[in-house]
Nanobody
Framework: VQLQASGGGLVQAGDSRRLSCAAS????????MGWFRQAPGKEREFVGR????????YYVDSVKGRFTIAKDSAKNTVYMEMNNLKPEDTAVYFC??????????????????WGQGTQVTVSS
């Protein structure tokens, strides 16, 4: 089972960036696909999640209205479109998968599978 995150890079404040998370090795039906981020010296922070059906999404307030998570079932890939990026969005971003019954948790420990992380740096 593998989650491969990609799409990070260096951008300027106000720019947009799209992260991808390609899943392989198993089917993730009945799973949540989540995005987390971790800034230097800080704990890993939940950002948002999407059900594998794509019908349900949830975002933390700090990114609501700026970030959008979507999925392409044919490609077994989840995306996170990040708009109007701010310097405080600078972090390593991780995708992860958790069973659907953990929908209401933001606890990283509830996520069983993790991608390797991709760095997003937003300059002011």
């Amino acid at each position: 089972v593998q989650l491969q995150a990609s799409g990070g890079g260096l951008v300027q404040a106000g720019d947009s960036r799209r992260l991808s998370c390609a899943a392989s090795g198993r089917t993730f039906t009945s799973y949540i696909m989540g995005w987390f981020r971790q800034a230097p010296g800080k704990e890993r922070e939940f950002v948002g999640r999407i059900s594998w059906s794509g019908r349900r999404t949830y975002y933390v307030d700090s990114v609501k209205g700026r970030f959008t998570i979507a999925k392409d079932s044919a490609k077994n890939t989840v995306y996170m479109e990040m708009n109007n990026l701010k310097p405080e969005d600078t972090a390593v971003y991780f995708c992860a998968a958790a069973p659907m019954y953990n929908w209401n948790t933001e606890d990283p420990a509830k996520y069983d599978y993790w991608g390797q992380g991709t760095q997003v740096t937003v300059s002011s």
